[in-house]
């Protein structure tokens, strides 16, 4: 079912709560309920629900706080359940299919995750060369997803690999010669590696699997004979950690406030917290009216944060429904860890964690993503109805480019389809006598245009991201422009 956020859906939304509602002033010439003179005010609260409102909002605005923390705890979960460790790796070894329920993933290439923990001390990251045997593109971020350094073929060594050091909070001790310090103020974060297919042919996957497992995770202090890897395929695991809006989310809020320093800028939060019964180094254990209202708290997040999505931003491309993957300000300020005192862009961050993952140091260097929810008409995306995306010629790309539907509601690849995208990987994809190419999105394969379909779900309303792996100058330039969605 489609999540179509306009007025009417957000107010059914937003939840019935066990409390009074805030008095709100009459429109002008608007009668007065009988007996209440002009000017008349509602007698205030008691302290009982005085205490409630409090505890609705302030766990509304830690929801939105603290997203992208629980979006990193709820993969670091499916991490353990799969049998991962932290400073081990995680791998797929197939390109992503369903069963890898995270929030928009790339199931064009493969994909090599460490949950890192820095308490035993520094932790080293050794990146291959990029050779004939594979490249990959890399990000290493901290807990709250704000980037350390992008690695890799198109990161800060640009494919001559390095030993990157990631240092616990305030330890700065020096290093031999060779290693690169990549300071982290949180204990735990992680590296999300993309092993590059120059196809889905099975030899070009298992070469790229290969290339993959020479990442190496090892402690700094057994940089001098580092023990071999340990890897864990999680290709079979149903891996979902996509938002959960309900009171579950602060039992994720809580893992991180129990093992993680408080970040400067976030101190605010700890009052807010501990009027939820949240507070370092004691239980978190609500009594069932909190998690009520917990509960309802979440429904609005959902409701809020699921109407700014909807509204949008600037679109990429002018006069189209292709926009970047994140709003302009959020990203200016992410990539530098908000280092502007005058702006932390709290609400447009929370939305940016509800349908995807991972923070990019050189977004636009090593890849560059679009988001489209609409067809040309400004309609939603249906998955019982047919459409065509036309990519024109000469994509402005070093690597590669690809399109991929995700559930509308969930962000996650639609479940039980048998695959999720296309891309400049696929050579068997017809192409049209000018070069472009007709992406199919519907419930059936159309006649003899299987391999450009891309198929959905007849029940459920579904999106798009438009990846760019390498883009060229003419892609910011807007040179190349791509269409949108259009239906029939």
Same mark, same amino acid.
């Given at each position: 079912?489609?999540?179509?956020?306009?007025?009417?859906?957000?107010?059914?939304?937003?939840?019935?709560?066990?409390?009074?509602?805030?008095?709100?002033?009459?429109?002008?010439?608007?009668?007065?309920?009988?007996?209440?003179?002009?000017?008349?005010?509602?007698?205030?609260?008691?302290?009982?629900?005085?205490?409630?409102?409090?505890?609705?909002?302030?766990?509304?605005?830690?929801?939105?706080?603290?997203?992208?923390?629980?979006?990193?705890?709820?993969?670091?979960?499916?991490?353990?359940?799969?049998?991962?460790?932290?400073?081990?790796?995680?791998?797929?070894?197939?390109?992503?299919?369903?069963?890898?329920?995270?929030?928009?993933?790339?199931?064009?290439?493969?994909?090599?995750?460490?949950?890192?923990?820095?308490?035993?001390?520094?932790?080293?990251?050794?990146?291959? #060369?990029? &050779?004939?045997? /594979?490249?990959?593109?890399?990000?290493?971020? *901290? %807990?709250?997803?704000?980037?350390? !350094? =992008? +690695?890799?073929?198109?990161?800060?060594?640009?494919?001559?690999?390095?030993?990157?050091?990631?240092?616990?909070?305030?330890?700065?001790?020096?290093?031999?010669?060779?290693?690169?310090?990549? #300071?982290? &103020?949180?204990? /735990?974060?992680?590296?999300?590696?993309?092993? *590059? %297919?120059?196809?889905?042919?099975? !030899? =070009? +996957?298992?070469?790229?699997?290969?290339?993959?497992?020479?990442?190496?995770?090892?402690?700094?202090?057994?940089?001098?004979?580092?023990?071999?890897?340990?890897?864990?395929?999680?290709?079979?695991?149903?891996?979902?950690?996509?938002?959960?809006?309900?009171?579950?989310?602060?039992?994720?809020?809580?893992?991180?406030?129990?093992?993680?320093?408080?970040?400067?800028?976030?101190?605010?939060?700890?009052?807010?917290?501990?009027?939820?019964?949240?507070?370092?180094?004691?239980?978190?254990?609500?009594?069932?009216?909190?998690?009520?209202?917990?509960?309802?708290?979440?429904?609005?997040?959902?409701?809020?944060?699921?109407?700014?999505?909807?509204?949008?931003?600037?679109?990429?491309?002018?006069?189209?429904?292709?926009?970047?993957?994140?709003?302009?300000?959020?990203?200016?300020?992410?990539?530098?860890?908000?280092?502007?005192?005058?702006?932390?862009?709290?609400?447009?961050?929370?939305?940016?964690?509800?349908?995807?993952?991972?923070?990019?140091?050189?977004?636009?260097?090593?890849?560059?993503?679009?988001?489209?929810?609409?067809?040309?008409?400004?309609?939603?995306?249906?998955?019982?109805?047919?459409?065509?995306?036309?990519?024109?010629?000469?994509?402005?790309?070093?690597?590669?480019?690809?399109?991929?539907?995700?559930?509308?509601?969930?962000?996650?690849?639609?479940?039980?389809?048998?695959?999720?995208?296309?891309?400049?990987?696929?050579?068997?994809?017809?192409?049209?006598?000018?070069?472009?190419?007709?992406?199919?999105?519907?419930?059936?394969?159309?006649?003899?245009?299987?391999?450009?379909?891309?198929?959905?779900?007849?029940?459920?309303?579904?999106?798009?991201?438009?990846?760019?792996?390498?883009?060229?100058?003419?892609?910011?330039?807007?040179?190349?422009?791509?269409?949108?969605?259009?239906?029939?």
């Amino acid at each position: 079912m489609t999540f179509a956020f306009s007025r009417r859906a957000v107010s059914a939304l937003l939840p019935t709560l066990p409390l009074a509602a805030a008095a709100q002033p009459a429109a002008p010439g608007a009668a007065l309920p009988s007996g209440q003179a002009s000017g008349a005010t509602t007698p205030p609260a008691g302290p009982a629900k005085l205490a409630e409102r409090a505890r609705y909002r302030r766990a509304v605005e830690a929801a939105i706080w603290g997203m992208p923390a629980v979006n990193y705890d709820l993969m670091r979960q499916e991490m353990l359940k799969a049998g991962g460790a932290e400073n081990q790796i995680i791998y797929w070894g197939r390109p992503l299919d369903w069963r890898n329920q995270t929030l928009t993933p790339n199931p064009d290439t493969l994909y090599f995750m460490s949950f890192f923990d820095l308490r035993p001390g520094p932790l080293v990251i050794e990146v291959p #060369p990029g &050779d004939a045997g /594979g490249s990959l593109n890399g990000n290493i971020v *901290n %807990l709250w997803q704000m980037p350390l !350094e =992008d +690695v890799g073929l198109l990161g800060v060594d640009r494919g001559a690999g390095g030993r990157f050091v990631l240092l616990p909070p305030g330890q700065a001790e020096p290093l031999p010669a060779g290693y690169t310090a990549l #300071p982290c &103020d949180t204990l /735990g974060g992680y590296a999300l590696f993309r092993a *590059n %297919l120059a196809s889905h042919g099975e !030899e =070009d +996957v298992q070469r790229s699997l290969a290339y993959g497992r020479r990442v190496r995770i090892y402690p700094l202090a057994q940089a001098a004979n580092p023990p071999p890897n340990a890897l864990v395929d999680a290709k079979d695991a149903v891996f979902d950690s996509t938002i959960r809006y309900d009171a579950s989310f602060f039992d994720n809020l809580n893992r991180i406030v129990q093992a993680e320093p408080w970040l400067p800028r976030d101190r605010l939060m700890i009052n807010t917290l501990r009027s939820l019964g949240m507070e370092r180094g004691k239980p978190f254990n609500p009594d069932a009216p909190t998690r009520a209202i917990l509960d309802a708290a979440m429904r609005e997040v959902h409701a809020y944060l699921g109407a700014m999505y909807e509204k949008g931003w600037e679109p990429f491309f002018a006069n189209t429904q292709w926009r970047p993957a994140a709003d302009a300000e959020f990203v200016k300020l992410q990539v530098t860890n908000y280092s502007d005192t005058e702006a932390y862009p709290s609400d447009l961050r929370g939305l940016a964690y509800t349908y995807g993952y991972i923070g990019l140091k050189r977004l636009g260097v090593g890849q560059f993503y679009l988001i489209a929810i609409h067809d040309k008409d400004g309609e939603a995306l249906e998955g019982g109805q047919t459409y065509r995306l036309r990519v024109p010629p000469n994509v402005p790309v070093e690597q590669y480019w690809s399109v991929t539907a995700y559930d509308r509601e969930s962000h996650a690849l639609i479940r039980d389809m048998p695959r999720a995208s296309r891309s400049s990987q696929v050579a068997e994809m017809a192409r049209n006598a000018d070069g472009s190419i007709d992406i199919l999105f519907g419930p059936s394969a159309p006649s003899g245009r299987e391999a450009n379909w891309i198929p959905t779900d007849p029940r459920r309303g579904f999106e798009l991201m438009f990846r760019v792996y390498g883009p060229k100058p003419e892609f910011f330039q807007k040179r190349w422009v791509l269409p949108d969605m259009e239906r029939g």
